[in-house]
């Protein structure tokens, strides 16, 4: 697998798959790449892995446990594993690299 993967490849990859909500492009050991854009709705349920989201385009707001942020490009949001959490009233354009690394049930702080 690349080491480098462009954002016109990682579109090309989803719109290749059928437009699913999110492809996986890149993984090294515990570490996995996705890009996700949610169409309409996000249906995520909580992972197994700590998860780092980077926001790539448009503008959402992120329910991280009942707590509501707004985030824009090239914000960054945490989220341990486990904990609910899903995009709401994103916009049309929206999409982030997700990335879930470490032991299943996260790592300790």
């Not at 982030?96 to 032991?103: E, M, Q, R, V």
Request: hydrophobic share 40%; with cysteine.
């Amino acid at each position: 697998m690349d080491a480098n993967i462009s954002l016109l490849q990682a579109q090309a990859q989803i719109q290749k798959e059928g437009n699913p909500p999110f492809t996986v492009l890149l993984r090294h050991g515990s570490m996995r790449t996705e890009y996700f854009a949610p169409s309409e709705v996000d249906t995520q349920t909580p992972h197994p892995q700590d998860e780092v989201y980077v926001v790539i385009s448009g503008e959402a707001v992120f329910n991280r446990a009942g707590e509501m942020i707004q985030c824009h490009p090239g914000d960054l949001l945490f989220v341990p594993a486990g904990m609910p959490h899903f995009f709401e009233v994103f916009s049309s354009d929206f999409a982030t690299w997700a990335i879930l690394y470490g032991p299943v049930g996260g790592e300790s702080a």
